[in-house]
């Protein structure tokens, strides 16, 4: 069974400075997607990036950036020029990307790691 | 559209007591999913839909927990009898074939 794991359970970042949040998983799969998840105090779990295990490319949105490293299982988040508003707790997940077709739809549960706390120092 | 709608946004219920949650996913998204999130365990997948179909129910923890799906813009998640141990944050989350998953903003659920 697939896992992930988040061994920084708080983090803390000036603003306007530049953090790395860790996230590692296990699997014996070769294709596979991998997300980050915000969670602000509104409890709102809100998509932050998302990677293709196939694409060497490490994807960015605006400023957040991955760095994939897939063979030692390897997903780091960066963020950089940090804002008051990235405070939140931030979610590594994994999802399969092994199309089982049950009833017309796919198998694609998230797998969360436990998260980690960020902090933004003004 | 306005994405994931769940409800009721906060429960407080006495143990013992039935629960239903309600959610209404993306139209159009063909997977529903309902997590649970406390702070010891995280976020765990109770079960999850294609198609409104059950696929997987191994995370519902007992048979208090039940889950429909009687049509495509429609779930609930049942808990009966509650008990304290029950008090989480249940969410519930839509994706087509798995690419984006849109989460709704969650019912806090306690049992006194």
């Known amino acids: 069974a697939q896992t992930v794991t988040q061994s920084q359970p708080e983090m803390s970042v000036q603003e306007a400075e530049t953090v790395t949040l860790s996230c590692t998983y296990d699997?014996?799969?070769?294709?596979?997607?991998l997300f980050w998840y915000k969670q602000p105090p509104s409890r709102q779990m809100i998509l932050v990036i998302r990677?293709?295990?196939?694409?060497?490319q490490n994807a960015t949105e605006n400023r957040f950036s991955v760095n994939f490293q897939k063979a030692a299982k390897s997903f780091s988040l960066k963020i950089s020029d940090s804002q008051l508003g990235d405070a939140a707790m931030y979610f590594c997940?994994?999802?399969?990307?092994?199309?089982?077709?049950?009833?017309?739809?796919?198998?694609?549960?998230?797998?969360f790691g436990k998260g980690t706390k960020l902090s933004v120092k003004p | 559209d306005a994405g994931v709608i769940q409800s009721p946004r906060h429960e407080v219920t006495e143990m013992g007591q039935e629960v239903t949650l309600r959610c209404k996913p993306i139209?159009?998204?063909?997977?529903l999913f309902w997590y649970r999130q406390t702070m010891m365990r995280g976020l765990e997948l109770l079960i999850y839909?294609?198609?409104?179909?059950?696929?997987?129910d191994s995370g519902m923890p007992e048979d208090r927990f039940s889950a429909k799906m009687p049509n495509a813009s429609f779930s609930t998640l049942k808990i009966q009898p509650s008990e304290p141990r029950d008090s989480a944050v249940y969410f519930c989350?839509?994706?087509?074939?798995?690419?984006?998953?849109?989460f709704g903003s969650g019912t806090r659920l306690t049992v006194v």
């Open positions: 699997t014996s799969e070769s294709d596979y997607y």
């Open positions: 990677q293709e295990a196939y694409k060497q």
């Open positions: 839909f294609n198609n409104n179909v059950p696929i997987d």
């Open positions: 989350a839509s994706t087509l074939e798995g690419y984006g998953y849109t």
């Open positions: 139209s159009g998204h063909n997977s």
């Open positions: 997940a994994y999802r399969s990307s092994s199309l089982v077709m049950n009833y017309g739809g796919s198998q694609g549960n998230l797998i």
